[in-house]
């Protein structure tokens, strides 16, 4: 079984499985329900509406499955699949599209390892906004959901295109990861993928759960910036090209911003009556 058999078999799979509560999230979505509320019952009702998102369970049921099933696949293509062994020639960087050759770089150990250390420092930044609300639990839940969403995507595609890294074409490479093939693994930078997931999750939920604080923006543009600097690290040390950067900075993005958008807490009219209130959810 090789890598494209693996990666078509995983993704038919998870769509197949999941199109049934796609399509019942996307009906939920139109409907528009009237609630006739006691007015004992309106500032429960009410305090629930506090909170930005919420949890939808076909979503949730979605998006973990897709992960799972993209994780399950590409650890089956690593087990089964056999590793490409290098035949020992430097290739030719004429070879290289004229953007990427301009950036291409031998590779560099240390920068490696700082790259490293800043994509944790990334990850970890969701606890700012963790920290800053009392529903710590929630960010959690929909943060895991867009690291297995983020993580099981790239490695799905990592499996279906093979692409030599850019140490390939120097002496000096990294002999390890040569032996286990991960030569072949440019396409795309799961370490920028990773970044820009947490730097967009963190900073649009910041903004979500502090619509008016002074913060914002600093926040956006720092996450950024620690997401952006592992992506140059990443170039510069010779582990990648600039479009597989790119290429991991959007993924990473639309993973980032989609989960926790996904989960908005639905647009809510109050309208006061005789017995209590009704609430209008539109979804």
Not at 205 to 217: A, C, G, H, L, R
Request: charged share 15%; with cysteine.
């Amino acid at each position: 079984m090789n890598k494209r058999q693996v990666t078509t078999i995983s993704i038919l799979t998870a769509l197949l499985f999941n199109l049934p509560l796609f399509a019942q999230d996307n009906a939920e979505s139109k409907q528009s329900d009237s609630i006739i509320l006691d007015k004992g019952k309106k500032e429960n009702i009410l305090n629930n509406a506090d909170s930005p998102f919420e949890y939808k369970k076909a979503l949730d049921i979605s998006l973990f499955s897709i992960g799972i099933t993209e994780w399950t696949a590409c650890l089956l293509n690593e087990h089964f699949s056999e590793t490409e062994k290098w035949n020992g020639k430097l290739l030719e960087k004429s070879n290289v599209n004229a953007f990427d050759r301009f950036f291409m770089h031998s590779y560099n150990n240390t920068i490696s390892t700082i790259s490293d250390i800043t994509v944790y420092t990334t990850v970890a930044l969701p606890l700012l906004t963790m920290a800053t609300s009392d529903d710590y639990i929630k960010i959690a839940f929909m943060y895991a959901e867009t690291m297995l969403l983020a993580t099981g995507t790239a490695r799905v595609l990592k499996n279906c295109v093979d692409r030599n890294r850019p140490y390939m074409y120097y002496e000096g490479g990294p002999s390890s990861d040569i032996e286990e093939g991960d030569y072949l693994n440019s396409w795309l930078s799961g370490h920028t993928t990773n970044a820009f997931a947490a730097a967009v999750f963190t900073a649009y939920t910041f903004s979500s759960y502090n619509p008016d604080s002074k913060w914002k923006i600093p926040v956006w543009i720092g996450s950024l910036s620690f997401a952006t600097t592992t992506g140059v690290l990443r170039v510069l040390s010779g582990n990648h090209f600039a479009t597989d950067v790119i290429s991991g900075a959007i993924l990473g993005s639309a993973c980032g911003f989609l989960v926790p958008y996904l989960h908005k807490t639905k647009n809510t009219v109050i309208t006061p009556l005789p017995a209590g209130i009704a609430i209008t959810i539109k979804y």
